[in-house]
Structure formats: C-alpha cells, structure tokens
C-alpha cells in the first residue's frame, strides 16, 4: 500500500501558473502508473494526466501543451509526483486528486481544489 499526500492548490488568475505535488509513501516500487485527476462541480471525474514506470505519459486534449507530470527519484521509500500547470483557463478550475494504481491497490490522495479566476 502507499500513502499520497496532495499539496499546491490554491487560487490564480487566468494565464497564471501552479504546481501541484504528491508525496508518495509506502510501496512505491509496486506502483505501476501516477496520475492527476480533476472533478469541477457537477462533472465527472477525468483524468488530467498520467506517468507510468516505464515513464510513458499521457494528457487530456484539454491540457496538452500547458500541463506537464513529472516526478523526482525516489529515496527512502518516498517520491513526488508533479503536475506543472501553466496558461491556467478558468475551465481548469476544479478539485485536483493524486492517484497510484499497482497490482493490489489502487490508491488516492485527498483532493485540493484549484480555482481559476478570470
């Protein structure tokens, strides 16, 4: 099992920029793919973007170019994973979550929102 911890939300004005950062604990050579979500009201969870071992990435559409995961070495059984947002959009606005899925878990870190403003 890991545990995540979800930090660097806040509030920026359209154009402006955030890192969000999740402190991954635990088993974290048994994870398999890290990824960012987001959930704005009244819509679905989708995903935002995504790192795997072999550090293969994907993105949404909606985000391709502005948004970048990455994630440092790990040491003593801790990593960090990153989503660097840039250019923010009012439509980013939403609460973003942190996410590690391995061959028996599938964990979540809590949600932290990030608000766009125009």
């Known amino acids: 099992q890991v545990q995540l911890v979800v930090s660097g939300g806040g509030l920026v004005q359209a154009g402006e920029s955030l890192r969000l950062s999740c402190a991954i604990s635990?088993?974290?050579?048994?994870?398999?793919?890290e990824g960012w979500y987001r959930q704005a009201p009244e819509k679905r969870r989708e995903l935002v973007a995504s790192i795997t071992s072999g550090s293969s990435t994907l993105y949404a559409d909606s985000v391709k170019g502005r948004f970048t995961i990455s994630r440092d070495n790990a040491r003593n059984a801790r990593k960090t994973v990153y989503l660097q947002m840039n250019s923010l959009k009012p439509e980013d606005t939403a609460v973003y979550y942190c996410d590690t899925d391995g061959p028996t878990f599938d964990s979540w870190g809590q949600g932290i929102q990030v608000t766009v403003s125009s």
């Open positions: 635990g088993s974290i050579n048994s994870i398999n793919t």
